[in-house]
């Protein structure tokens, strides 16, 4: 092969390439997370530890790259900032690993496929979002809206046999855990949980516009920039699938048929959602054109032409339209 045609494989398959890392960072991470809590980890120490090392590792980049760039500190800014905080890395975060301890960590990484339909309805409240009752797209995220919601609620309260994998692993240290076996009442409190993380991480999300804290945002970014944020959304599941993958096989996790038919349905609305958005968009791109394109051609042209003034002489101040 090539260097220019192992180069141009390259170029097509990068984003595929960056967005399957990023999301088995995300199982990975996960697993490692509620390993931790399933043996006595306090979600809250967890929690503070995290933020404090983020910190630790993004101030100084903060300060020395973008303290030129940044607005300068008003009460206003200094008001949005401790909302941020508060909505995000605060009631967000302890939730949904609180959430996660009660359950598990592939459930918890199914719940959070909610979060599109979430923000669309909060933005569409707030008169972010606008929303055409006759527009196709409009009733596909409508639709897709409240299918997640239902995959949501089946996760919850169905649980049916357990499905075993071939790949389960039957002999871990998980079962020392009192974790091991969940319970309905567990089910129900954990997805109450990680369901309020996730309206406060949507309003987090709509406040702030752009999230951009961490590595692995930074390659969402890098993934948005070649091939939009539809495509990025589109492999959220990918995390869920490599999760249930991990953690049945190293923390011998169980799924019963409830879980897997919510977490489908679940992922059926979020792939209706986006495409309704995607559509919408490209609809918005695309009378944006035409205005512009309106725009130009109603825009006055003026000609400088001579005219006789009052006092005889010519004079090329006027402007006819």
């Known amino acids: 092969m090539s260097k220019e045609s192992f180069k141009g494989l390259y170029d097509r398959t990068k984003p595929f390439m960056f967005i399957i890392f990023l999301q088995t960072s995300y199982a990975v991470g996960s697993l490692v997370i509620k390993s931790a809590l399933n043996k006595g980890l306090n979600h809250y120490t967890f929690a503070v530890y995290r933020n404090a090392i983020a910190t630790l590792f993004f101030g100084p ?46 459930f918890a990484s199914a719940m959070c496929n909610i979060l599109p339909a979430i923000t669309f309805v909060m933005a569409w409240m707030l008169r972010l979002e606008k929303v ?32 075993q994998f071939p790949w389960t692993n039957n ?8 974790v091991n076996t969940m319970s309905t009442q567990d089910q129900i409190k954990g997805s109450l949980m990680i369901s309020v993380g996730c309206i406060s991480w949507a309003s987090f999300v709509i406040l702030q516009g752009v999230v951009c804290s961490g ?24 995390s869920m699938v490599i999760i ?33 958005k995607s559509k919408d968009q490209k ?11 309106e725009n130009g051609m109603k825009r006055p042209i003026k000609h400088s032409v001579d005219v006789v003034n009052s006092h005889g002489k010519p004079s090329s101040d006027v402007e006819v339209v």
Do not use: C
């Open 283 to 293: 609809q918005q791109g695309h009378e944006s054109s035409l205005n512009q394109q």
């Open 244 to 276: 249930s993958i991990l953690e049945s096989s190293f923390l011998a996790e169980k799924l019963n048929l409830g879980n897997i038919v919510g977490a489908i349905v679940i992922v059926l609305g979020l792939y209706l959602v986006i495409w309704g």
């Open 61 to 106: 980049l903060a300060f020395f790259f973008e303290r030129k760039a940044r607005p300068k500190m008003t009460v206003s800014i200094f008001l949005k900032i401790i909302l941020l905080g508060l909505l995000e890395p605060v009631i967000d975060q302890n939730l949904f690993y609180a959430g996660m301890k009660s359950t598990t960590a592939t």
């Open 132 to 163: 055409k009752m006759k527009s196709l797209h409009s009733q596909v995220k409508i639709i897709g809206t409240l299918v997640t919601i239902g995959g949501a609620m089946i996760m919850t309260l169905i649980r049916g046999p357990e499905i």
């Open 215 to 238: 590595f692995a945002y930074y390659i969402s970014g890098v993934v948005m920039r070649d091939r939009g944020p539809v495509f990025v959304t589109a492999f959220n599941p990918l």
């Open 171 to 178: 002999h871990t240290l998980h079962h020392q855990s009192p």
